[in-house]
């Protein structure tokens, strides 16, 4: 039941262990101020009934407001240091989890069933937007009041145990359907957080710029505000059920407090009428039941709270779990010696490599549908392949087997001769430098988005612009490789034309220098002129390495050294371009579809 809040107590007591101590003694310093509420106030009043001794009215009246302003300067204290410090968890938490899911398996973050298991996730750490720490905080309160309830059931129990077992019957009934009503809140949050997943993309659409010319010139706006409003209703619907029951779970909480108040009330009436309580002692009973019942109320409260919000737990330890699985073997823990001790992985040798596909199958998880299908292949050092098919045939899927981003379902790929899981993740991933067609600048300099995490070498970045055509527009930036690549935190960034962009992402990959290239449609962003330079120099970009060529253009492939056709996640066609274009095939029907654009 409690397994979320020990995974919050490790995390705070990993990354700060004053932070779980600072919340404690925080709880522990209010919890008495109650108590000396509901006990100063029978002295004081006492007093002014009785002799009135100034300087017994000043003892008391003193150690009241001494206790008050020493408590309420430590509660500040350990309150806004304590905010601080959980702030701090949450951000080394949150660091932690982006480290993760950068070595995520990139097949499972592209899964909508991952995104919803995300918003769960993040549902439980932030407790549905009360904060992380949340469930923390609510354990710790209960600590807190625990004492609160102690020493005003001592207070009570001195005038007659059977009111506090009133109190005890009549707020657990008010707690109990308050609970009910959060347990229905819970499952309703479920479905909630991948409604608010559409809506937010939805809502997102109409912030991004980079939406808005097809949004205008499409007259998409209504359209796409039908479809907001979908999921926001969806929402809103159970949001209203959640609100519903809090509302009849509210009005028997109202009714349980009502009654607790006259049972109080009539008991001390009546025993001061009698003139067995003074007015000072009714003052510290009426305080002291008070208390008693708010107590305790927050007590249940907070129980119900970490029980609910407990359910979403399963949710994040999934969620953790499915990054920290992509450098290992499918059990999750490596393979083991015959010691039992875990196999450390092999390192890439530097130098030429030979990589072979051994009946390669890949279906997308959720799907039936063989995206790759019995794929063999061997590529051989310094060797240009180009990979080639129409939309949907398995080239681009090929290629993220090939780097990585996905395992295969079936088959084998091989690295001169060891499976590719044999070797660490990122040493098999330092062999390869890869230019995208959704390739991503960032919002950092330009220098910082050719060599990325790699060490910057100048007189490099500039030479590796230079060979892929950015020279010019280099030698107007204001700031040179400075200069910050948009907007976003400089105003003298530039915003890079899909060309510029290209050229930046083609130098970046030039500057890793990795022993294989891979080139998915590096061109569809150039004009004429820049594609055609940069085909001329293709064999000087990827001098000495080998080169993964993907593209549409098939006029472009005739610089390779092999071609292969895939079709239907198979390959069905390979050679040069002079062999397919004699066997008269899938590729030489292809090649004269587009080439009767360029005939007169």
Known sequence: MFKGLVFFIKQGWKYDKCYILWRVLYQFV?????????????YIIDELMGEARPE????????????????????????????????????????????????????????????????????????????????LDSALNIVGQTFTLAGVAAIIATLDIRVVLIFIVLTGAGTYAEGRAKEKAAKLTEQISADERGWVYYARLFENFDYGKEIRLNAMGDWLLKRERAFFTRVNDNRKQQNDGYIRSGLIGSVCTFLEQCTAYAWLILRTIKGTLSIGSFTMYVSAVTTFASALRTVLDNLTEIRVYDRFYDRLEEYLSVPAKLREDDDGQGKEGSAGCQTKKKSVPEGEHVIEFKNVGFRYPGSNVWALKNVNLILKPRT?????????????????????????????????????????????????????????????????NVTLALPADEKRVENALRRVGFGEKLDHLPKGLHTAVYKNFDETGFEPSGGEGQ??????????????????????????????????????????????????????????????????????????????????????????????????
């Open 30 to 42: 209010n919890s008495m101020i109650p108590v000396v509420a509901a006990l100063a106030p029978k």
């Open 56 to 135: 017994r009215l000043a003892l008391y009246v003193g150690l009241l407001a001494g206790y008050t302003l020493i408590a309420g300067a430590l509660s500040v204290f350990f309150s806004m240091d304590g905010f601080t410090r959980r702030c701090r968890v949450a951000a080394e938490f949150d660091s932690e989890l982006h480290r993760r899911l950068a070595r995520a398996n990139l097949e499972k973050l592209e899964n909508p069933d991952f995104l919803d298991m995300q918003e769960k996730a993040k549902k439980f750490l932030n407790s549905d937007w009360h904060g992380f720490g949340y469930l």
């Open 384 to 448: 240009k392949l180009a990979v080639v098919g129409e939309n949907g045939a398995g080239k681009t899927t090929f290629v993220k087997l090939l780097t990585r981003l996905y395992d295969p379902t079936e088959g084998e790929i091989r690295m001169d001769g060891v499976p590719i899981r044999e070797y660490d993740y990122d040493s098999y991933m330092s062999a390869f430098s890869a230019v995208f067609q959704d390739y991503r600048l960032f919002s950092f300099s330009l220098e910082e």
């Open 503 to 600: 050229r930046t992402a083609l130098a970046r990959a030039l500057y890793k220098d990795a022993p294989i290239v891979v080139l998915d449609e590096p061109t569809a962003a150039l004009d004429p002129r820049a594609e055609f330079e940069l085909y001329c120099h293709f064999n000087e970009l990827t001098e000495g390495k080998t080169a993964v060529y993907i593209s549409h253009r098939l006029s472009s492939t005739r610089f390779c050294d092999e071609i292969v056709v895939f079709a239907g996640g198979q390959i069905v066609e390979r050679g040069t371009h002079e062999e397919l274009m004699r066997r008269q095939g899938r590729y030489a029907e292809l090649f004269e579809m587009q080439a009767q654009f360029y005939k007169g």
